[in-house]
């Protein structure tokens, strides 16, 4: 090839050369500008960006009223507000606004005229505020989008209607529903000292906790046993119970006429530890019901729950009962003296001599069980138990006395204290007693295999009279020999 040529094959080889630089560089131009734009656009679609945990004041702004809503020592309250009604705040409500407005991103712009705004709710918009100290960050929300994909809203000094994530607008948005503490008992369980559960104005069962936090029955049956795992558990319950849905404040006798509120089937009350008290009452159901509805006579609000949840006003007294009559601890008890039929005994129990002693009619003198053997001073505890375990077969409150009527079993206890105790039973006939406990009926049924049964109290002092005397009699045959 000749010189020329080869000169004018390298010239056209740079020429191509440069034009194909060029073109990279125009394209890689042209995709950096539409990858920083496209950047840019992300970038304004960030609406805010701060730490949801720093927020210490919310204000919420919506048809039923203004709330400010602040972060105090006792956590979220509500401090000033034109509301009014008092309402228990949702503080879970409260950190979820701040967790969705701390990262909250559009997914989209749009560019609408001001009298435009109507038709996305943004002419009349739902102020929310979340502040930190002099920091603010505010949006106004407006409405859903028609294919509920969309919220729109807008932000302060700015004309820009943006459109964010259905979901977390509806949260957003939220409303008095969503302020509301959704749980049907606002307070811990541990708190509740006192309930009252009655049925078409009768008392179903009224139990209050001591001095001593001890549960006790005031109704039915006065100072009855209780159950204290099955009232716990009650009350774990139904402060785990959510309201259905807010209707309505009872702003009239009518608004209760409405929902049979009027005359409420079942009356559900507590108080906590220190004094505050809580009054809800419900309208009859049944079964066929999907839900029923209640109002708290505190505050006047008129919701609903689901008929599964309220099935806790079926409770019955003897559910949170224990089936024992009166059952002191041995540590309790300095003696117990017990007559069944032609049968006494006693025991005396010297808790700060560790010692305890037996007397009974087939026994000469008192005899001292600690000393003796462990098959006896075993027997000794169980045979005590016979009689502090006493379980009764049924309920009968309504029963008739006869007050000529005179006890054929008695159980007389002196605590350590001096305080005198009596549990009499009285036979309706040879196989049932009404049980008595210092003179008053307790409404509860004894069987009289609670005595004579297996772990009845005739079948432990036989069997201490027997284990009595086999230890008497090899004593003597150990003296013998």
Not at 44 to 55: G, K, M, T, W
Not at 194 to 204: A, D, E, F, M, P
Not at 318 to 343: N, Q, R
Not at 364 to 391: C, H, M, P, R, W
């Amino acid at each position: 090839m000749s010189t020329k040529k080869m000169k004018a094959l390298v010239i056209a080889l740079v020429v191509m050369l440069i034009i194909a630089v060029c073109g990279y560089i125009a394209v890689d131009t042209l995709k950096s500008r539409e990858e920083q734009a496209a950047l840019e656009e992300q970038k304004s679609l960030s609406l805010f960006d701060f730490n949801s945990d720093s927020i210490d004041k919310v204000e919420i702004s919506i048809p039923e009223g203004n709330f400010t809503i602040e972060d105090t020592a006792d956590g979220w309250a509500i401090t000033d507000t034109d509301y009014q009604y008092d309402i228990s705040l949702n503080a879970y409500y409260i950190n979820t606004i701040c967790s969705y407005m701390s990262d909250l991103t559009a997914l989209k712009k749009l560019s609408i005229s001001t009298d435009e705004l109507s038709g996305y709710g943004l002419d009349t918009p739902q102020k929310l505020t979340c502040r930190q100290g002099s920091e603010e960050y505010t949006i106004y929300m407006g409405n859903p989008s028609a294919t509920e994909e969309y919220y729109y809203i807008m932000l302060p000094d700015d004309s820009t209607v943006y459109a964010i994530d259905f979901t977390k607008g509806q949260i957003l948005k939220g409303g008095l529903d969503y302020l509301k503490d959704p749980y049907m008992i606002t307070w811990m369980d541990v708190n509740i000292s006192y309930i009252r559960l009655t049925n078409k104005n009768n008392t179903v069962f009224e139990i209050e906790k001591d001095d001593s936090g001890k549960w006790q029955m005031e109704e039915p049956l006065k100072h009855s046993p209780l159950n204290a795992a099955n009232i716990n558990s009650m009350l774990t319950s139904v402060t785990r119970l959510q309201i259905e849905r807010f209707i309505k404040m009872a702003e009239s006798p009518q608004d209760l006429v409405d929902y049979h509120l009027d005359n409420p089937a079942y009356q559900f009350a507590l108080k906590t530890d220190s004094g505050e008290t809580m009054t809800i009452d419900f309208a009859a159901f049944d079964k066929s019901d999907t839900s029923a509805y209640l109002v708290y006579e505190e505050s006047g609000q008129i919701a609903s729950m689901t008929v599964n949840s309220v099935s806790f006003l079926q409770t019955q007294a003897s559910e949170i009962m224990t089936d024992k009559i009166y059952s002191p601890e041995i540590a309790e008890v300095s003696v117990l003296d017990v007559t069944v039929d032609d049968l006494h005994f006693t025991m005396n129990m010297n808790h700060e001599e560790s010692k305890a002693y037996f007397q009974s009619d087939d026994t000469a003198d008192e005899i001292e069980i600690s000393g003796n053997t462990d098959e006896i001073q075993k027997n000794y505890n169980q045979l005590f138990l016979s009689v502090s375990n006493l379980t009764y077969d049924s309920l009968d409150v309504d029963a008739e006395i006869d007050q000529t009527a005179e006890p054929s079993v008695i159980f007389h206890y002196t605590l350590t204290d001096g305080t005198e105790t009596e549990l009499t039973l009285v036979p309706v006939d040879d196989t049932y007693y009404q049980a008595f406990l210092d003179g008053e009926y307790t409404g509860k049924i004894v069987r009289r295999r609670a005595l004579s049964g297996t772990s009845g109290v005739l079948t432990y002092h036989e069997k201490m009279i027997d284990l009595l005397e086999m230890n008497s009699e090899k004593i003597q045959t150990s003296e013998t020999e």
